[in-house]
Nanobody, 118 residues
Framework: QVQLVESGGGLVQPGGSLRLSCEAS????????MGWYRQVSGKERELVAR????????NYADSVKDRFTISSDSATRTVFLQMDKLKPEDTGTYFC???????????WGQGTQVTIAS
């Protein structure tokens, strides 16, 4: 099992910034993705950004490219999502995800609310 604890959500005005953090604990694997998904009420959870453990390659949703940056600290098993130039459409519940490459085991955090409004 992998446990994920998220922090950093909140209410921000359009154009502002937020930084999300997600710390993993429990079992450790060599090959995994760690990232963030967003869910809006009534819609499926969608990938926002993820980073791979092997070489740090990243994937972003087209809607957040050039505004969001995902990074990780392997020493603390923490992944960060720096969100800049926030838009109202970025609003949602952000879930941290840890996916083990190969078996496909997937673990989720409890979610943190991000609201972008004036």
């Amino acid at each position: 099992q992998v446990q994920l604890v998220e922090s950093g959500g909140g209410l921000v005005q359009p154009g502002g910034s937020l930084r999300l953090s997600c710390e993993a604990s429990g079992n450790s694997f060599s090959y995994f993705y760690m990232g963030w998904y967003r869910q809006v009420s009534g819609k499926e959870r969608e990938l926002v950004a993820r980073i791979i453990s092997t070489d740090g390659r990243t994937n972003y949703a087209d809607s957040v490219k050039d505004r969001f940056t995902i990074s990780s600290d392997s020493a603390t098993r923490t992944v960060f999502l720096q969100m800049d130039k926030l838009k109202p459409e970025d609003t949602g519940t952000y879930f941290c995800n840890y996916e083990v490459i190969g078996p496909g085991w997937s673990y989720w955090g409890q979610g943190t609310q991000v609201t972008i409004a004036s």
